[in-house]
């Protein structure tokens, strides 16, 4: 009895560890402000080789389906209906 | 004339554009963001403010609230729709209206009154103003900052869809004048079929020469009219 509710728990365990993350930021030929700002102090720090800043947004995003095809597919679903605005940002998915 | 206008938790500009209607003689109800049906309305208003405190980007969140769908459903119906600053924002993240509204060019929030023009007075919204006329006007916004594919601008002007362009007091539109660094200076754009306005300008801030100006009675005399 002991053994089986490990292995479910090791199960279960494995079931909800499908993790994301989703970066969004905004597209290339949209100005930046932040980004920008962020730049300028950098070089006032002294970061010589630095040609350029883009700001963003990180989210980390656990999901309790274990199938990762359809899991990404949410994500990307997560991604088109609220955490980017398509008109200005660009957003990448990755495992983690 | 039927007005509802939407409350979001942080909305804060609902009175102002409340006392704004009924001053103005429209019948005009309140409506909780969590309500899922609109009273009869000729005019929905989405008023400024902060809703969700802006989290995620700027209307995002009250963009998919329960009473949206009303509002698109309304709006795809022909109902004429006000949309404020925030306001603004939340149409276009509803997609309501096209492009978006980015953080301001100088990064501040800015809360001053500045002169805006009239580039198209033959709207529901618009036309007791004359063509051109030059309004002193209040924002407050710190995403003021328009923003839309080529296409689109394209788009707006040939078909007349900008409503309101920010000028100097004589009403020369350039990049001096230009407050936040909106494309093409836009403050107001409509829809292809000009039901729907949005605009980053507060006109409810500006119907009582006793705290401010009249400049902004017209469009609710026109949306009257």
Redesign the interface.
Known sequence: MKLTSVKLLLLNLKKNKLKFSVTVT?KKD??D??GK?VQNTLKNLGMRDLSNVRQGKYFEIDLSIDDQDKAEKKVDEMCK???A?L??EDYKISKI | MNSSVIIFPGSNCDRDIAVALEKMQFKNQMVWHKDTKLPKSDLIVIPGGFSYGDY??SG?IAG?SLIINEVIKAANDGCLILGICNGFQIL??TGLL???L??????KFINKNVNIKVINNKSNFTNKYKANQILDINIAHNEGNY???KDHLKKLIQENLIAFKYCDKNGNINDDNNPN?SIENIAGIFNEKKNILGMMPHPERMVDNMISNSDGINLFSSLMN
């Open positions: 905004l949209v100005l402000p932040q700002v209906k609220l955490l605005n008109i200005i | 995620l980007r995002a998919k276009t993240e096209k492009g978006a980015l953080r301001n060019k100088n990064l923003f839309t594919n660094g």
